[in-house]
């Protein structure tokens, strides 16, 4: 088992360019959770998906969305990004009738 | 969701036990502590969860207090790899319930 799977590694983005980040959930599970990392900050949530709906949403902006496909496989999208937006970003995954939740490696995004 | 409080940071000597408190005073009845660590800029690490049981796996035990208003995570025999930033988090069961963390506790095991 691969575990959950993330990609890429790390990017390097121009502050205004757009950005996709990709996450393979742990094989079972069918629920996938974004969240950002500033340096030195715990994880925040972004949002959670689903059925390839957004189920919850935490204090973001629009500029971040998302979408799940039906193998539950998920991207994470930033239009617009700011240096703000730099940061190491999470994908985990779970089951929707499980408990614990297991995190990816993470996407390490700089946006210059 | 109910808030945790941890120690920012603590230290521990290798082969000794590692005792990691938090508070959660606002816990409600079917919430569940869950801790994570995470190493070095690397995704957080499930590390054991409970609900009012005291809890062991391979990795740590979890003591919780009849109150439930607080819990302490050890790690029987802490290690050099056992030095990253430990959160502990409390939340409804089911996986699509969002874990919400705070700054956690910086455990550094000294040689």
């Known amino acids: 088992d691969a575990g959950v799977t993330q990609s890429p590694t790390h990017l390097i983005k121009t502050r205004g360019q757009q950005v996709t980040l990709r996450c393979s959930p742990k094989?079972?599970?069918?629920?996938v959770s974004w969240y950002q990392q500033a340096l030195g900050q715990g994880p925040q949530f972004i949002f959670q998906y689903y059925e390839e709906e957004e189920r919850q949403r935490g204090n973001f902006p629009d500029r971040f969305s998302g979408h799940q496909f039906p193998n539950y496989s998920s991207e994470l999208n930033v239009n617009a990004l700011l240096l703000g937006d730099s940061a190491l970003y999470l994908c985990a995954s779970s089951s929707r009738w499980g408990a614990e939740a297991f995190f990816g490696q993470g996407t390490r995004l700089t946006v210059v | 969701d109910a808030k945790t409080t941890q120690p920012p940071s603590m230290d521990c000597a290798e082969g000794r036990a590692a005792n990691l408190p938090c508070n959660h005073s606002?816990?409600?009845?079917?919430?569940?502590v869950y801790w994570y660590r995470q190493i070095h800029s690397q995704g957080p690490q499930y590390i054991i969860h409970?609900?009012?049981n005291n809890e062991t796996n391979e990795m740590a035990s979890l003591i919780i207090t009849e109150d439930r208003k607080s819990s302490t995570l050890i790690l029987p025999h802490a290690t050099l790899r056992d030095t990253a930033v430990y959160y502990c988090i409390v939340k409804m069961g089911s996986g699509t319930y969002k874990y919400i963390f705070g700054t956690g506790t910086r455990l550094k095991v000294l040689a």
């Open positions: 094989s079972g599970h069918d629920t």
């Open positions: 409970g609900l009012k």
């Open positions: 606002t816990i409600s009845g079917n919430e569940y």
